[in-house]
């Protein structure tokens, strides 16, 4: 914890060997089917090699071990770290989650869906999106925020990612909700981004700037790529002050976060603050969401509490949330490995993924995390 931008390692892009592994891997599921469907279309061997390359981070290491060496090897490895994440739990998330892979508050009476619609309307919101402004979302994932801003405030939005897979997904539902005239995406690096100095009116990232190896280098990239008097808009994943790092179980819920999310490196509320200053943004917002005092919690889908259920078409979604839908997931994804229909790995991945899920619950209702600090900063004019 703790990094800093002037020791971060920023990895050399090879985007041939990337575009190269995602044909191996996907082949043609980005334009096809999602979740389960897409998940059984993936090749074994590239699979394999994904696997290997993301869990080398994270089997036997546990939190009682853990050393700073551990950790800075994953943060030298950050965006191989993120893309075979996302190239493992992408359809895993459409599956289980939504193609907005983030969370949100609940107010009561509102579906899932509308929520997660809900917290990104406030982002933009609290930016102060206009129409036909020209937009950067960091970490765009398959899209599914981007079009909801584009729609609910009418800009012109691009997204950056570093997962070619999540970009031909999201390109296609693009074109599938003809907001492709409003909508592109880019292949890149969030560390070293492909665009001039000044070239967007605003910047916002849902849950996505955890995955830098430091904050105050991916917000001094922000800086960079906003035009003066620009604002930037993030929901980010922290640490609060109830966080210790001396504690073994706030140790073991922080790690299986990190491993469960792909995150490299999860930092405490005053690092992000100090980095946005650093990074010369002047704060005009900042406040932790999951610390309004919310009937439905932030956490309630992976809860598996069915008594927070707000509509019965949350029902599939909630219901693969409880710990027996997961237990069944698990069976189910472990008998479709043993007869080769479905790659080896993807059970060992979605047990990860309901690691992190327990993890999360923990986090929250001990409050020890957040993943929904707003922190919304202005660049100078001049």
Known sequence: MGANQNTTQ????????????????????????????????????????AVDEYFKHWDNKASATETEETRKARRDEYATLTRHYYNLATDLYEYGWAQSFHFCRFS?????????ARHEHYL??????????????????VGGPAREIVKFSGVNVVGLNNNDYQIERATNYAKQEKLDHKLTFTKGDFMQMPYPDNSFDAVYAIEATVHAPSLEGIYSEIHRVLKPGGVFGVYEWLMTEKYDNDNPQHRDIRLGIEQGDGISNMEPIPVALAAMKAAGFT????????????????YWPLSGDLRYMQSIWDFPTLVRMTHIGRGLVHRFV???EMIKVAPRGTQKTADSLALAADCLVAGGKQKLFTPMYLMVGRKAKN
């Not at 919101?125 to 950067?136: F, G, H, T």
């Open 10 to 49: 920023l990895e050399k892009e090879d985007r041939e060997r990337d575009a190269a592994f995602k044909t191996a891997l996907h082949g043609k599921t980005g334009a096809g089917g999602k979740g389960f469907t897409a998940m059984l279309g993936k090749d074994h061997g590239a699979q394999k090699e």
């Open 283 to 298: 704060l005009e917002a900042n406040e932790d969401l999951a610390d309004r005092p919310d009937e439905f919690p932030w």
């Open 108 to 116: 009561k009476g509102e579906p899932f869906r509308q929520a997660l």
């Open 334 to 336: 472990g008998a479709l």
């Open 124 to 141: 933009a919101l609290k930016m102060n999106l206009q129409e036909d402004m020209k937009v950067l979302d960091v970490g765009c994932g």
